[in-house]
Each structure stands twice: as C-alpha cells, then as structure tokens.
C-alpha cells in the first residue's frame, strides 16, 4: 500500500559527532495500545494496518525513505542547575523525520523505551507500561489546553517485567513514539560546547536554523546566533506562559529538556495543579522546590542563558544579551494572551489586559478554588453561566468583586465555542493525579483499557472546544 508520507533525513546531514547509529530493542510481544490517528494523519501515517504500525513502531523497521539505522542523539546538560556531561539518548533515539503535512515543518519520530544505546550508562534502555500512559495522558491534555507540544503517536505494550523503584515491581512495559517538531535540545549546544568543538558548534546553530527557523536563514550572517537565541526565547517564554495558563508542572526542567523549537515534551513526573499554588511541585525528588510551579518562568530564563554562554564564541556579546532580554517581555505578553484564551475573552488593550490577569490570579490564590473550574466557569466571561457551576459560592464574596467588573467588561471572543457541547457540562475535564492513578488502577488490576481510553475522548471533546472545532 502507497502512504503519503513525506521522509526525510535531515538530521543525519549532520554527519560525525551528533548522534550514534543504533539498534532498536527485540521485544517479546507487541501489544497495540493507543494509535494517535489525528497526528499521524499530519504527516501521512493515517492509513498504515496494524500490521504495518507495529512493524514501525513496535519492532522499528526502517520507514522508507527516512533513517535506515536509528539515531542515538548526544546531548549534555544542567541537571536541577548541576552540569552532567554524562547524558544523551538513553532509552531512545531519533527513529525517522517527516515532514507536517499542513504546514511543511520538519518533524521527528523519537522513542522513549526502545532499548539500550551507547548513552543508557546503568539504565535498561526500557519504559514501563505505567510511565508510557503518562506520557500520552499528558501530551493529550496539555494540546487540549492550547499548549505546543510534542503528540504521543503510539504505545505498545512489550511484555517484558522491569523493575523500579519508584513503582510496584515487577512492572509492565511499553515503548512510546512521539511526534515532536524536533530533539535538539539547549544540551546539544552544551555538549559541544563542553568538548570545544567550536566548528561542529556553528554547524548545529546552522543547521538548527535551516531545519526550524528558515526564515532566520541569510547566507554569510553573522549575526546569525543572536537571531537564533532571540527566536528560540520568545518561542520557550510562550510555552512556559501556556503551562502557567494551564496550571500545568513539567517537574524536570533540565537543560537537555528544553527543545529548541520552544515545544513542550519529554514527561515523567509532571503535574497539574488541583488549585493555584506557586510552590506546588510535581517530582518527589524536587526536595528545594526548585521546578516548582511559580518557578518555572526563571528556571527558563536560567536556562536559556546557559544557551546564551555557549553562543558567545559564534556572536557577539551585546547582540546575546539583547537576544536573551527577549524571554521576559514576550512572557509577560505570552500569559496575557493565554489566560484570555483560555476564559474565551476579547482583549481590551494592554493594561486592561493585564489589570484582568492579575486579579484572576489573586482571586485564585486568594479562594483557593479549584484551578480548571475557573476558566471553564467564566468562558466566554458569562456571569449567569458561571452562577450555575458547583463552584458559584465562590463567586458571591468578596474577593470576586474587582474581578467579576473585569471579566464581563471584556466581551466574548469570537472563537469562545460556547454552543460546543463540552461547555454544556456542569464541571471541566481534570487530569489530577488522583484521577491519573484511577485510570491506571483498572489497567494494573485487570487489564481493562476501557476507562483511559473513555478518558482520551473526553479529552479530545476539550481540545476540539478550546480549537473551535
């Protein structure tokens, strides 16, 4: 059967010195748990069989046209602010590259489970089967919310017994495939860096820019590291605006998770916070807080100023700076814009704008009112539909009056999507850990998928409501 996919190859144009050819894991079965039909349709895969997808994504036969031997990137980076020059892909690699079909970006197939490589140092190159249904129910619930990230494209469960500390042992395993708009992380940068490598340094800044901000691209520039550094600012300052906006905790922000492209991805411990709580963490090892959720616009601008030291040799000082200078302006800008999204209202111009998103902060950390109802209760900024939510008590005291002036003198956006059927409900989707656990518990128990998968379609109702769909 023909597929309208489009391969690449792009990131092996790099040649020596990025990545190592490797082999993917053998593993004694493949059981197909989730397919992500929408993203694989972007970039042509909609119409594989089973058969084929398992093939692909579960044994790794090379996709035509792409990679014929998978790649194992090497990455360093600051681990909870410690440089680890001992990193890089492993329990993943990069598998293929295609490129979007809706709009020509340049994206990757990357694993997460898929075996060991030069870079797994004592790890088993595995993920478990528990850690894979994480990832998808994060990757799903923070698209729904209008946050760039990378999309869960398959899980299969492998059946191999791992054991770990952190979960009842022996435990079920899976491998994943992510969709993501490229793996070049600020510890790319960092390695090279750290290993003197100035010429392949240049070629990375190069290619990066070809690959994911041609626009950037003029043959002979040299200012060519400020444009990127300037761009790859505003792009991580937006992200971490739309976690803020969603309530959202990656919970390991370490330089070798921060994707040049600004996009979100790579979840292990991450949460969303039950209510508004800047010290809230997600990883029980953050002990100092320090990926706390308020602390995730700094620990950002920390990281991009590592990015920033490592340019110095390929631009100038000056250029850098003010380059990275653009993090905070195009954040501010960036949590305007989302939190009105998310209430579904029409801006009214800057300080009105801001006015209206510090005092729905306030009245959240004030009442301490469940974070999601909020937004979903005054979408649209409609008082008389939020009087009728479970939470309407909180919005009959004090501490809403400056802010209910605010929110009905901004007027419905007109992609607000009221009539959608999602805003019919009496309360919004969630995904707390409480409910991540009961979703998993069934699975664990006795194999019963049905609950997560009921839970994924209600998710995707989200998405299409928040997307006017």
């Not at 088993?124 to 990757?139: I, Q």
């Not at 090892?285 to 959720?293: R, S, V």
Request: no cysteine; aromatic share 12%.
């Amino acid at each position: 059967m023909t597929h309208p996919f489009k391969p690449r190859t792009t990131h092996a144009e790099l040649g020596e010195g990025y990545f190592d050819k490797v082999r993917a894991a053998s593993f004694p079965q493949h059981i197909l748990r989730y397919r992500n039909q929408r993203a694989a349709s972007s970039v042509g895969l909609e119409g594989l069989t089973d058969e084929e997808w398992v093939g692909y994504f579960g044994r790794f036969e090379p996709l035509p046209g792409s990679f014929p031997e998978p790649l194992a990137l090497r990455y360093h980076g600051h681990q909870f602010q410690t440089y680890n020059p001992d990193l890089g892909d492993g329990r993943g690699f990069l598998y293929a590259q295609l490129e979007d079909l809706n709009d020509g970006r340049l994206m990757d197939l990357g694993t997460k489970g898929s075996g060991r490589t030069p870079w797994s140092r004592a790890g088993d190159g595995r993920l478990t089967l528990k850690g894979g249904v994480r990832e998808v129910l994060a990757t799903a619930m923070l698209e729904a919310l209008q946050v760039n990230t990378s999309k869960s494209l398959s899980l299969i469960e492998t059946g191999e017994e791992l054991e770990r500390g952190d979960e009842p042992s022996p435990t079920r395993s899976s491998v994943l495939v992510r969709l993501s708009h490229g793996h070049t992380r600020i510890g790319s940068f960092q390695r090279l860096s750290y290993l003197k490598e100035d010429e392949r340094l240049r070629g990375l800044l190069d290619h990066s820019v070809r690959a994911y901000y041609p626009d950037l691209w003029v043959e002979g520039d040299n200012g060519r590291a400020a444009k990127f550094l300037g761009a790859v600012s505003e792009r991580v300052a937006e992200t971490g605006a739309r976690w803020i906006a969603a309530g959202f905790v990656h919970g390991v922000l370490n330089t070798d998770n921060i994707n040049i492209t600004g996009e979100s991805f790579d979840y292990g411990p991450w949460r969303f916070l039950p209510t508004y709580d800047p010290a809230f963490t997600a990883a029980y090892f953050d002990e100092w807080g320090l990926y706390a959720f308020g602390k995730q616009p700094d620990t950002l601008a920390w990281n991009l100023t590592r990015l920033a030291e490592v340019l110095l040799p390929l631009g100038e000082h000056a250029e850098l700076e003010a380059a990275l200078n653009r993090f905070w302006p195009a954040f501010q800008r960036s949590v305007w814009s989302a939190v009105l999204e998310r209430l579904g209202v029409a801006s009214l111009g800057v300080e009105e704008d801001a006015l209206l998103v510090q005092e729905v902060f306030n009245f959240l950390r004030e009442t301490q009112m469940p974070f999601e109802q909020f937004f979903f209760d005054w979408r649209g900024g409609d008082g008389a539909r939020a009087m009728r939510s479970p939470a309407a008590d909180a919005y009959r005291g004090s501490a809403f009056e400056t802010l209910s002036g605010l929110l009905t003198a901004h007027p419905a956006a007109a992609n607000a999507n009221l009539d959608h059927p999602y805003f019919k409900r009496d309360v919004p989707r969630t995904m707390l850990i409480d409910e991540m656990e009961a979703l998993w518990a069934p699975i664990a128990e006795r194999d019963d998928w049905r609950p997560l998968y009921e839970a994924l379609g209600e998710i995707e109702e989200m998405r299409e409501a928040y997307a006017g769909e």
